[in-house]
């Protein structure tokens, strides 16, 4: 079974910074794309950064300048820092990755995986 824990939500004053973890066990093979996404209430949830196995990055618009992505692939981890945080970010985060597994039987699994969400308020 594959599972991803994410850490570092929180409330903090606009303008203030945080950093999100997010770390992913089981039996890996490999980590391809991790996402972070996120979802304010009464909202659709929306793609907040992704980045790819090579470090390839891409951010809604949103947060470009003010969030950055990056993995520590040794540690099958994804972070986002943000920074200048807005009240418009205040929505629940959640890190999903596209990652391929293998079961007991030998066989391979290639699945996206979900975290559980981190709250993320940003008091005005």
């Known amino acids: 079974q594959v599972q991803l824990v994410e850490s570092g939500g929180g409330l903090v004053q606009a303008g203030g910074s945080l950093r999100l973890s997010c770390t992913a066990s089981g039996r890996i093979v490999v980590i391809n794309t991790m996402s972070w996404y996120r979802q304010a209430t009464g909202k659709q949830r929306e793609l907040v950064a992704e980045i790819g196995e090579y470090g390839i990055t891409n951010y809604v618009d949103s947060v470009k300048g003010r969030f950055t992505i990056s993995r520590d692939n040794a540690k099958n981890t994804v972070y986002l820092q943000m920074n200048s945080l807005k009240p418009e970010d205040t929505a629940v985060y959640y890190c999903?990755?596209?990652?391929?597994?293998?079961?007991?039987?030998?066989?391979?699994?290639?699945?996206?995986?979900w975290g559980q969400g981190t709250q993320v308020t940003v008091s005005s």
């Open positions: 999903t990755a596209n990652i391929r597994s293998y079961e007991d039987s030998g066989a391979y699994t290639l699945a996206d995986y």
